[in-house]
Nanobody, 126 residues
Framework: QVQLTESGGGLVQAGGSLRLSCAASGRTFNTYTMGWFRRTPGKEREFVAA????????YYADSVKGRFSISRDNSKNTVYLQMNSLKPEDTAVYYC???????????????????WGQGTQVTVSS
């Protein structure tokens, strides 16, 4: 069982930066691939980024490549999402998630993930 708690959301102007954190409980954090997803009202949850348990592989949605960076610190049971050059269309509730699926395109799929946090709101003003 893994419990996930996101933090770091807030209101920022376009072009600004935020860093989201996701703290995980449980002693097996370093065996999970971690992902970030986001949802806007009326839309399905969409993939943002993922990182394998070693941190050796990362995956990004095309819409955030070059602007967002995912990382993890297994000693702190925490995964991060550094978001730079934010745009109003990045406004959403951001969720972190954990899966036992190791790697590959499956990490971009919502149903792959076993555990989810409650989400943190990110609002980017124009």
């Amino acid at each position: 069982q893994v419990q996930l708690t996101e933090s770091g959301g807030g209101l920022v102007q376009a072009g600004g930066s935020l860093r989201l954190s996701c703290a995980a409980s449980g002693r097996t954090f370093n065996t999970y691939t971690m992902g970030w997803f986001r949802r806007t009202p009326g839309k399905e949850r969409e993939f943002v980024a993922a990182i394998t348990w070693t941190g050796g592989s990362t995956y990004y949605a095309d819409s955030v490549k070059g602007r967002f960076s995912i990382s993890r610190d297994n000693s702190k049971n925490t995964v991060y999402l550094q978001m730079n050059s934010l745009k109003p269309e990045d406004t959403a509730v951001y969720y972190c998630a954990a899966t036992t699926i190791g790697a590959g395109s499956w990490v971009k799929v919502v149903s792959t993930y076993n555990y989810w946090g409650q989400g943190t709101q990110v609002t980017v003003s124009s």
